[in-house]
C-alpha cells in the first residue's frame, strides 16, 4: 500500500520534471522574445518565412522580406530568432 503511493508520487515527479516544468520555461522563453522583439532583428515566422523586423506596433509586426517588400504579422506568428552566420 505504502509503495504504491510512493511510486504514484514518484511518477507524478518524474512527469512534472521532464513534461510539465520545461515546457513552461519554453512558454516563458518565447513570450520575453516576443515582447522583446525590436526593428533591426532577423526572425522567422511559423510558416517559414524570413526576415527583418521593419517595425513594431502592438499585436502586430512588419517585416522586411525583400529590398521594398514589407509583410505584417501578428506578434504570435513569430515562431524564432534568424541566426545568420557571416562568413570568416
Known amino acids: 500500500m505504502v509503495w504504491n503511493i510512493v511510486l504514484w508520487v514518484g511518477i507524478f515527479v518524474v512527469f512534472y520534471f521532464f513534461m510539465i516544468r520545461?515546457?513552461?520555461?519554453?512558454?516563458?522563453?518565447?513570450?520575453?522574445?516576443?515582447?522583446?522583439?525590436?526593428?533591426?532583428?532577423?526572425?522567422?515566422?511559423?510558416?517559414g518565412l524570413?526576415?527583418?523586423?521593419?517595425?513594431?506596433?502592438?499585436?502586430?509586426?512588419?517585416?522586411?522580406?525583400?529590398?521594398?517588400l514589407k509583410l505584417t504579422f501578428e506578434k504570435t506568428a513569430i515562431s524564432r530568432e534568424a541566426t545568420v552566420k557571416l562568413p570568416a
Open 50 to 68: 524570413h526576415g527583418k523586423v521593419y517595425s513594431v506596433e502592438g499585436t502586430t509586426i512588419t517585416l522586411e522580406v525583400d529590398k521594398g
Open 22 to 47: 520545461p515546457q513552461q520555461k519554453k512558454q516563458k522563453d518565447q513570450k520575453n522574445f516576443i515582447e522583446n522583439l525590436k526593428k533591426g532583428d532577423g526572425v522567422v515566422t511559423i510558416g
